[in-house]
C-alpha cells in the first residue's frame, strides 16, 4: 500500500487542484554553501505542469523551472521519478536543467540514508492522522538524514559534496496550510543528530486545530514530539532575531532556538497551483536542548545551515 510508502508518489496525473513535490536539501561538508532542489508536479486546470524549485542559500537564487506534465515520470513501487533529464531517488539526483536563468548539471549519491520509524498504526511521521482522508496537506519525511558525494555546477559555479549531509522530506495534498513553521537541521557540530518541526494550521471538520509534528534523531535514538503522541509545545517567542520554542512529551523535554538568518523567494501551492510565495531561510541556526524527566540535560549542540519558514499569521491561533 502506498499509504506505508509515504516517499513515493501517492497522486495520479488525472487529479484536479493537486499539488505533490518532495524536498531535497544538500549541505557540504565544509558548510560553505546550502543547496535545495524540490522537484513536484501542480496539476490545476488551465496550467498543469510539473516543476523543479533550485535554491542556493549563499547567494539567495531561486529558480522556478517549468516542465510539460508527460515530462513526468515515477515508479510505483519505490521512490524514483524523472522531471525532464533529471532523476530523483532515495539513492541520488541526477541533475541536467537548461533554463533561461539556471544551467545545472552534475550528481550527488546518497548513502547511510536513515529512514524514519514505521508501524501498522503509523505509517510515518503523520501517526494515524496518515489515516484521516482528504487532509488539506499530506507529509512524509524521506530520509532523516544521510551522507553525501559528489558535485554540480550551477551557472559555473562548482559545489562539491564529498562527505556533506544530505535530508529529503516532501508534501501532497491541495494546498500548504494557511500558516505554519517549518524549521530543519541535520548538521550538528558535535553530535549525529536530525531535527525537523512543522506547527501548523490545520482545517477540520469546518473547523480547524493548531498541531504540530517534530523529532529529534541523536545516537541511533527518535525522540518523537507531535499532535498524536500527546505532546505539547508552549513558551513559543517569535522575535526579530530569533524564534523560540520548547517541546514537551511524556518522558522529555527540548528546548529549542532558531537564530533567523537570510530567507529566499520559494513558490508554494494554493488549491494546488503553484502560485503562492513565502520566504525560506536554509542558512539559518538551531540551538537545541534536551532534558530528561528529572530535569537532566541529556543533548546540547547548535545546528548549522538550519531550513526555517514562519507563516508569522500562525501567530494569530497560538
Known amino acids: 500500500m502506498r499509504l506505508y510508502k509515504p516517499e513515493v508518489f501517492q497522486g495520479s496525473l488525472r487529479r484536479k487542484n493537486y499539488f505533490e513535490g518532495w524536498y531535497f536539501k ?4 565544509d558548510l560553505s554553501d546550502t543547496f535545495a532542489i524540490i522537484p513536484g508536479i501542480s ?3 488551465d496550467d498543469p505542469h510539473a516543476f523543479i524549485q533550485v535554491m542556493k542559500g549563499s547567494t539567495g537564487f531561486t529558480d522556478y523551472i517549468r516542465y510539460p506534465l508527460d515530462e513526468f515520470r515515477w515508479a510505483r513501487k519505490e521512490f524514483y521519478a524523472e522531471i525532464g533529464s533529471s532523476s530523483f531517488s532515495r539513492r541520488g539526483v541526477s541533475l541536467n536543467i537548461k533554463s533561461e536563468n539556471t544551467r545545472l548539471e552534475g ?3 546518497f548513502s547511510k540514508v536513515i529512514t524514519y520509524p514505521k508501524s501498522i498504526l503509523n505509517p510515518g511521521i503523520m501517526g494515524w492522522y496518515s489515516f484521516v482522508p482528504f487532509m488539506e496537506c499530506n507529509h512524509g519525511v524521506v530520509s532523516v538524514t544521510h551522507d553525501l558525494s559528489g558535485r554540480i555546477s550551477l551557472n559555473n559555479d ?3 559534496f564529498d562527505g556533506g549531509k544530505g535530508y529529503i522530506e516532501k508534501d501532497w495534498g491541495v494546498s500548504f496550510p494557511e500558516a505554519w513553521i517549518w524549521v530543519q537541521s541535520n548538521n550538528f557540530s558535535r553530535h549525529e543528530a536530525s531535527f525537523m518541526l512543522s506547527v501548523a494550521k490545520i482545517p477540520w471538520l469546518g473547523k480547524f486545530f493548531i498541531g504540530f509534528l517534530s523529532f529529534l534523531y541523536l545516537d541511533k535514538r527518535f525522540y518523537l514530539f507531535s499532535t498524536y503522541n500527546k505532546s505539547t509545545f508552549t ?5 526579530e532575531e530569533a524564534l523560540h520554542i520548547t517541546l514537551k512529551n511524556k518522558t522529555h523535554t527540548l528546548r529549542v532556538r532558531i537564530i533567523k538568518n ?3 523567494d520559494l513558490q508554494a501551492p494554493v488549491a494546488g497551483e503553484m502560485s503562492r510565495r513565502i520566504k525560506e531561510s536554509i542558512d539559518s541556526e538551531a540551538e537545541l536542548q534536551l532534558y530528561d ?3 537532566n540535560q541529556v543533548f546540547q549542540d547548535t545546528g548549522k545551515k538550519v531550513g526555517l519558514e514562519i507563516i508569522t499569521e500562525i501567530f494569530n491561533y497560538l
Do not use: T, W
Not at 26 to 29: K, N, W
Not at 235 to 239: E, S
Open 293 to 295: 524527566r528529572q530535569g
Open 26 to 29: 544538500h549541505v557540504p561538508a
Open 158 to 160: 562548482v559545489i562539491e
Open 262 to 264: 537570510s530567507f529566499c
Open 107 to 109: 550528481r550527488i549519491d
Open 43 to 45: 496539476l490545476v486546470k
Open 235 to 239: 513558551d513559543i517567542q517569535n522575535k
